[in-house]
């Protein structure tokens, strides 16, 4: 009986005392979830957790001077206050149209001079009427037979790298950045670029389809045709419409929008997989004004740098917020295989969307802390600023402003009557819908509470973490002038967001004290080692103790 006893006690002690550096990932974060991390010696200017080495700058210097303000192909560009910009030479190229640039600009901008062509004034007011858009298709972060690494990388957050599919506006040259980079080219990025067209314009849009699969593009609450003047599908879905397009071929899309709002384009061959893959983007049909100077397409959505003349009428700036999840389960398949047939085959019947769980939420294609890059809300007191949003992902988002209430001008791309705008800090959006928002930053105790650092997020919890590792996720913020730094970063007074750059952090075989222990962290896991040490001696002993008479009996 003692031997059986102090067996049970030296188990005990064993697996109380068992060193946890030593368990593996999974049953390390399993038992920090119920029992929590060890607590970290407390000092005045220590945190919780060993701070991880930043890896990475959190603002990247601008080195080509694109965040400034400038005149290109006599386009006039706003300056952005956030650290990473687009290419303003692009940007100039979708206002003037690829074929009114010079080949400079091309060159510069890295696209084709039939990327984006802009036509005759037709109805003699000022801007052109026709557009043709040609639109291929990009697969972010897959497989190759080459490497080891996923290819035209593309990261949401430090260290992640999902599988991803997106429209891209027509370019030349290679994928990456250049012969010895693996990182995607700026063109190539998520979400798909948001194109804006104006009301009554004569609008084609091409797929060239560059992708291995058959895919369309249909445009959700966009007025158009159900077929082209030829006859031909024009709704881009195969059930109902027109077949697929497949690799290496190519279709045109015919639109003259009527009504004026904030829609949405995605494929629609097995919508259940393409869209969350990545092949969607905002639709944006503007007011017809004379002389009105249109960004037609906006890569990465966020700032919209040209504003439109009917913009410029009722607001100081504009911005496009595209939100979306991800389930890597289903995107990261193109990182097991390069074969089309067996990535068609997980697609087709392998993926259950049933059963899916998102675990990365974006704005604009990015988590954060990347997305404090690229999509904070740069504003002074008193400004009116439009946000059009689009909830492109498979769950419901909740969208809150800190400090202020926006108003609901537009549901789905129509205008609410005044009475029925509704005024509120939480706005829900299913799968899909759009919403336009005034966000006034007049300090009344309402619209505004006054400057600061305001943060913007689903409230649905999930949505602010990276594979559940807060804080992550789609978070943004509106921040004032006063509250921002001149690299573009917001100036915070809480915990130090430098850490949030390491990779390590939203690792989870990672856990509290293992990325720098402290020395007393150091001693107390010898004492714990050596703890662990005479008890496994004891659960020996016992054992020895309880085997010693069957050997005895034996003889």
């Known amino acids: 009986m003692r031997a059986v006893i102090m067996l049970v006690l030296g188990t005990v002690l064993s697996a109380l005392l068992f060193p946890p550096q030593w368990y593996p990932p999974k049953l390390r974060f399993t038992l920090a979830e119920y029992f929590g991390p060890p607590a970290a010696v407390s000092t005045p200017n220590s945190t919780m957790m060993a701070m991880p080495e930043l890896t990475e700058p959190m603002c990247p210097e601008d080195l080509l001077g694109w965040r400034e303000a400038q005149i290109i192909e006599g386009v006039s560009i706003a300056a952005t206050l956030a650290c990473v910009a687009d290419n303003p030479y692009a940007i100039a190229a979708f206002v003037k149209g690829t074929n009114n640039v010079s080949t400079d600009t091309l060159m510069r901008a890295g696209l084709t001079p039939d990327a984006l062509v802009k036509g005759a004034d037709l109805d003699g007011d000022g801007d052109p009427d026709e557009i043709h858009i040609r639109l291929e298709i990009a697969e972010l972060n897959g497989g190759s037979p080459d490497s080891q690494e996923p290819t035209a990388q593309y990261a949401i957050a430090p ?11 027509k370019s030349f040259g290679m994928a990456t950045e250049n012969f010895d980079s693996v990182i995607a080219k700026e063109l190539l990025r998520s979400p798909s670029p948001a194109i804006r067209v104006e009301q009554g314009d004569r609008v084609f849009i091409t797929l060239e389809n560059t992708h291995y699969l058959p895919h369309t593009i249909h445009f959700h609450g966009v007025d158009h045709p159900f077929l082209r003047a030829d006859g031909e599908g024009n709704d881009g879905v195969p059930m109902a419409s027109e077949l697929p397009v497949e690799a290496g071929q190519a279709r045109t899309y015919e639109l003259t929008p009527r009504s004026t709002g904030t829609a949405f384009y995605h494929c629609h061959v097995q919508p259940q997989s393409h869209i969350l893959m990545g092949l969607q983007g905002m639709f944006i049909v503007e007011e ?20 439109s003349q009917a913009s410029r009428e009722e607001y100081d700036q504009e911005y496009d917020l595209q939100y979306t999840d991800i389930d890597s389960a289903l995107n990261n398949i193109i990182q097991e295989t390069n074969d089309p047939a067996r990535i068609q085959d997980w697609l087709h019947g ?28 740069v504003t002074e007191p008193n400004e009116r600023i439009r946000l059009r949003v689009l909830n492109a992902g498979g769950e419901g988002l909740a969208l809150h402003t800190h400090g202020h209430k926006a108003t609901a ?51 649905t919890g999930r949505g602010t973490t990276n594979n559940g590792i807060a804080p992550g996720g789609n978070m943004s913020a509106i921040v004032y002038r006063d509250f921002i730094d001149e690299n573009g970063w917001p100036i915070t007074r809480g915990e130090d967001l430098g850490m949030f750059f390491a990779p390590e952090f939203y690792r989870r075989d990672l856990r509290f004290g293992e990325l720098e222990p402290s020395s007393a962290w150091s001693l107390f896991l010898l004492l714990r080692l050596l703890g662990f040490a005479l008890a496994l001696g004891l659960v020996l002993a016992s054992i020895v103790q309880i085997l010693m008479p069957l050997v005895r009996g034996r003889r």
Do not use: C, K
């Open 409 to 459: 001008t537009h549901l789905d791309g129509v205008a609410q009557a005044e009475q029925s705008q509704v005024t509120r800090d939480v706005f829900w959006l299913a799968s899909a819908q759009r919403i336009d928002l005034l966000l006034n930053t007049s300090n009344d105790g309402t619209h505004s509470y006054g400057p600061g650092v305001w943060m913007l997020h689903d409230h």
């Open 159 to 169: 260290g992640i790298t999902p599988g991803m599919w997106v429209f891209v506006p």
């Open 350 to 377: 392998g993926y259950n969307l049933a059963s899916s769980h998102s675990d990365y939420y974006t704005v604009n294609g990015r988590s954060f802390p990347y997305s404090y890059r690229e999509s904070l809300i």
């Open 288 to 307: 017809n004004r004379p002389n009105n100077t249109l960004q037609s397409m906006n890569i990465g959505a966020g700032q919209v740098r040209v504003v």
